[in-house]
């Protein structure tokens, strides 16, 4: 049975891939951001988890609003990168996990959970952003596979924050019927706090996006109770996309702990990356991966 | 009415992408998204009124584009992130977007900001 040994919550923004392919690791202005991720990046070499199952929306650049999918799981075998109007990133395609995916829309949709699928569509910054730092060894190809799942946080009416919960908490159910003996860790994107329409643009919250961390750790049923407008009056229009943090947090377990966590606000959007590690990650295989050459 | 985002419908300066602006943005939002493509980045650049023209956009629609002027279009129908395509084949980073939402010179907004090099 596949395991859930972890989650990680991740702001998404484009301009964390740019920066990256940019070498602006030590520029004064982004090394806090690329800091915060020495962590991430520590853990995911040590535990080399098998799949990341990313919880994290397009763009406008692989769907559109004349058939909006409010989840969908990607099935294919190697996710493209999307062209988002610049040209495309120096970044390769990532791998899938087709047969998980395809166990994940089955377990989901007979969980009276009527998820859609996609194939063939390039993904955008909402996964290859946070990729970019946390597997930054990636030039000649990525150190491991996801299953995208994609969510509306673009075109209300959105999933609501209790929805987004209980999406994680049903996909946690699709990992752990999966047959084969994986690792996987879920990962939230999105977020934090940030606006970019109206003339309410350009507005943030370090406090909200504060507790909004505090919350997730230690109570996201008030969270998950929430509505909509609270976290876009808290968190700005933009930033009520955090509610994909809690379909990570929906995916992990009541004794989970967190073991790391970074906050930075810059510019437009605050960047924030949390570390979760379930207890059943110390008893799982490192070790054993490393003799079989995994 | 959505329950979830009824107490925004009175907060100032917020246009949500409801399925009202995205109905009536359809048409530009098509032709925003649409230049991802390679080609109609070619076309918008050398001739923006054939793209106009082949994309079906209104008297109005082709002016608010011709214009860049954002919040008009995001109050209107388009979505941010269609706007963003449009931003990055003009060259306007999401900066000055914001800062024309908010009807301030880029100057200004760049002054609000904690890290205003980070972008």
């Not at chain 1, 990313?54 to 990168?81: E, K």
Request: net charge negative; charged share 20%; proline share 7%.
């Amino acid at each position: 049975m596949a395991t859930i040994i972890g989650g990680i919550g991740t702001s998404h923004t484009p301009t964390i891939g740019i920066a990256f392919d940019q070498g602006k690791q030590q520029h004064p202005a982004w090394a806090p951001l690329f800091k915060g991720y020495e962590p991430i990046v520590e853990w995911l070499a040590r535990m080399r988890p098998d799949v990341l199952v990313m919880f994290y929306n397009d763009h406008a650049n692989s769907f559109f609003f004349d058939h909006y999918p409010t989840f969908a799981v990607g099935l294919s075998d190697r996710h493209t990168v999307a062209d988002e109007g610049l040209g495309l990133r120096p970044v390769p395609p990532v791998n899938g996990h087709p047969a998980m995916a395809r166990h994940i829309a089955e377990s989901l949709v007979t969980d009276e959970f009527d998820i859609s699928v996609f194939t063939d569509l390039p993904i955008d910054h909402g996964c290859f952003s946070p990729l970019s730092v946390m597997w930054p060894e990636h030039a000649t190809g990525w150190p491991g596979v996801i299953v995208p799942i994609e969510m509306n946080v673009l075109q209300h009416p959105m999933p609501t924050p209790r929805r987004c919960y209980k999406l994680g908490q049903a996909v946690r159910r699709a990992i752990e019927s999966y047959p084969e003996d994986l690792d996987v860790v879920v990962v939230g994107t999105g977020g934090l706090s940030h606006q970019l329409s109206g003339e309410r643009a350009g507005y943030n919250d370090s406090d909200w996006d504060l507790r909004f961390l505090d919350l997730l750790t230690k109570n996201p049923h008030t969270l998950a109770d929430m509505t909509h407008g609270d976290f876009i009056e808290l968190g700005g229009s933009e930033g009520a996309e955090v509610i994909m943090w809690l379909a990570m947090r929906g995916a992990l377990s009541n004794n989970v702990a967190k073991l790391h966590q970074n906050y930075y606000l810059a510019m437009t959007a605050a960047w924030a990356v949390q570390l979760y590690e379930e207890p059943v990650a110390a008893t799982r295989r490192p070790a054993a991966k490393s003799r079989a050459g995994v | 009415m959505n329950p979830q985002i009824e107490k925004i419908r009175s907060l100032p300066g917020t246009f949500l992408f409801d399925l009202d602006r995205s109905a009536r943005g359809m048409r530009l939002n098509r032709f925003l998204c649409g230049l991802v493509r390679p080609e109609n980045r070619s076309l918008f650049k050398s001739d923006p009124e054939i793209a106009f023209e082949n994309a079906g956009l209104t008297t109005k629609e082709r002016e608010m584009v011709r214009t860049k002027d954002w919040k008009a279009m995001a109050d209107y129908g388009a979505n941010f992130f269609a706007l963003e395509k449009l931003g990055r084949v003009t060259g306007v980073g999401n900066p000055a977007m914001c800062a024309q939402m908010r009807g301030e010179p880029l100057e200004e907004f760049l002054k609000t900001r904690r890290v205003p090099d980070a972008c």
